[in-house]
Structures are given as structure tokens and as C-alpha cells.
């Protein structure tokens, strides 16, 4: 491997890592969740998959502000007008320590082989560390 080469695998190697610690950090993020967010309310909404709240709920949204404070501060808006689908929560994610440096472990050991090792090699492994589940 020349040195355009060796800096590109490395680059690659650390771009697979990265994105693997991502993936993990947006299962804990959804494992600590105990509600839809506005941001998964609104995607629903634009999916076609929330519904719209009945006529009398609606005129009680719309009817609700009763203080002076609530009609200047606490404007109905579109997402309080649906019905989403239920909350379940996710499993909270085990070993995240583990699996983390496990990931790492990984990047750094393919590392070396790029530095050291065949170039032949570590593409059957770089492609094994991709598709590979942490």
C-alpha cells in the first residue's frame, strides 16, 4: 500500500468506528426515552400515521386558554391536534461500556494491520468490521 492508500483505510476504518458508536449512542438515547418527542410527533403527522383528535377534543384545545398568561405564552399548535401511536419503551441497552470498547478494541486493531500487516487481509477484515454487530 502507498501512503494515499494507507492514509484512505485509515480514514475508512475510523469513518465504520464512528459510525458504529453512533448507532450505539442512538439506541441508549432511544432506550431513555419515555415519550414521543415533538420531533417523532411531527414526523408521524407528515407519515400519515397519527390521527386527528375528535371534534370535541379539538374545541377544547382551541377553548382552553383561560388567564391572560395562557392566551399571550401557551399558543395551541398543530401536533397538540393528533392522536399518536402508543409509547413503548425500548430495552435499555447492556454492556454499553463493554460494546463500546469493543468497537474500539476493533478500529485499533485494523489500524495496525494496515500499518503493519497485508493489504489483502485487511480488506476481508475491514469488511467483516462493518458488517459486524456490536
Given at each position: ?64 386558554p383561560k ?49 503493519l500487516g ?17
Amino acid at each position: 500500500m502507498n501512503r494515499e492508500q494507507r492514509k484512505y483505510t485509515l480514514e475508512r476504518i475510523e469513518r465504520i468506528a464512528q459510525e458504529k458508536r453512533e448507532k450505539l449512542n442512538k439506541l441508549v438515547e432511544r432506550a431513555e426515552k419515555t415519550r414521543w418527542s415533538e420531533d417523532d410527533q411531527s414526523q408521524f403527522i407528515l407519515n400519515g400515521e397519527a390521527t386527528i383528535k375528535k371534534y370535541d377534543e379539538l374545541v377544547a384545545i382551541i377553548q382552553w386558554p383561560k388567564t391572560d398568561y395562557d392566551l399571550r405564552y401557551r399558543h395551541p399548535s398543530y401536533i397538540d391536534f393528533y392522536d399518536y401511536p402508543a409509547f413503548t419503551p425500548a430495552p435499555p441497552v447492556e454492556n454499553y461500556n463493554d460494546r463500546r470498547a469493543a468497537i474500539n478494541a476493533e478500529a485499533t486493531r485494523l489500524k495496525d494491520i494496515c500499518m503493519l500487516g497485508d493489504a489483502v487481509e485487511l480488506i476481508e477484515q475491514l469488511k467483516a468490521f462493518e458488517e459486524k454487530e456490536f
